[in-house]
């Protein structure tokens, strides 16, 4: 089976995982009063891209998930941040 999308619900909003010709694209899916439904790219995922900066996007997507704690770090513990990451390689295919 192949996934192509997988859709997290944030706090205040949902955050979709795309695959990509390179590997996966995340994406925060925001509706606002005047612009009306807005995607914006949060972090590109590449295939071939070392397991480090991986995480570090994984942490940046995580802060949008759980929220973020009184030092701007995401409120979330290793685990959590894991479980997004692997989410994210599974659709990237890495």
Known sequence: MTIKTIV????DQD???RRSERGAEVTIEQNT???G??????????RDEN???RY??????????????RRGQAAA?????????NEME????C
């Open 8 to 11: 997290i619900e944030g706090i």
């Open 15 to 17: 955050i979709s995982i």
């Open 33 to 35: 009063r005047h612009a």
């Open 37 to 46: 439904r807005q995607d914006i790219c949060i972090a590109h995922i590449a």
């Open 51 to 53: 397991r480090e900066s």
């Open 56 to 69: 570090a996007k994984a942490t940046e997507v995580a802060k949008l998930v759980y929220g973020t704690d």
């Open 77 to 85: 513990t290793n685990s959590m941040v894991h479980d997004v990451l």
């Open 90 to 93: 599974r659709v990237a295919g």
